[in-house]
């Protein structure tokens, strides 16, 4: 998506580590008419696939899953990092490494939210090794759904977690996937399913 490349090649700043900041628009400060049109163009390309649920993982990915829940017209579901004492016992849960972090966790969703009768989208905000939306993808398997496929924002594609996944027939969308970054500079992946 050229203008989420543009944003992130004005914006973004290249950390030690692999590290993408783009938090003056997606993920600490939120540039609320610019995530909307980002939900709207992962709507737009799972238009029509039956979705009626849409799952993301706390905090960061919530803002633009409820952008794309929005334009498809159904609810958002997030996965808790930390089960909290408003969430019953009875939970479906499944393991995640969180890159950016360098921790692991157990991600839990509450029963009463996911059945056989769900086809769901997983959506987040960066795709880099996988381990998230694999973890998001394990829940909806718990709960006997159906994933329809998994959405990110930015993809690190050098780390390979959305090729990987591509590769077990997981249907992939990534608005923007990054081939190389380093300072100054941060080559693009072309986008086949780019309309904006």
């Known amino acids: 998506m050229k203008l989420l490349e543009d944003k992130i090649t004005a914006e973004g700043k290249v950390l030690p580590g692999n590290i ?26 799972y238009e029509g696939c039956g979705v009626n649920k849409i799952l993301t993982i706390e905090a960061s990915g919530i ?16 996965a808790k990092k930390h089960k909290s004492g408003n969430i019953a016992d009875d939970v479906y849960s499944a393991g995640a490494h969180s890159f950016t972090h360098g921790n692991d966790y157990v991600a839990v969703v509450s029963k009463e939210y996911l059945s056989a009768d769900d086809t769901v989208l997983i959506v987040d905000d960066f795709l880099a090794l996988g381990s998230a939306l694999e973890c998001l993808m ?3 398997e718990q709960a006997g759904g159906k994933v329809a496929g998994c959405a990110s924002i930015i993809e690190k594609g050098y780390q390979g977690g959305g090729d990987k996944l591509r590769a077990k027939g997981v249907r992939v969308e990534s608005l923007a996937i990054i081939e190389s970054m380093e300072t100054g500079k941060i080559t693009y992946r072309p986008d086949e399913g780019e309309l904006l």
């Open 20 to 45: 993408l900041k783009v938090d003056g628009f997606l993920n600490h400060r939120i540039d609320v008419e610019f995530v909307m049109l980002l939900g709207k163009e992962i709507a737009r390309r």
């Open 63 to 78: 803002a633009v899953a409820t952008a794309a829940a929005f334009y498809l017209n159904v609810p958002l579901i997030f």
């Open 138 to 140: 394990s829940i909806v």
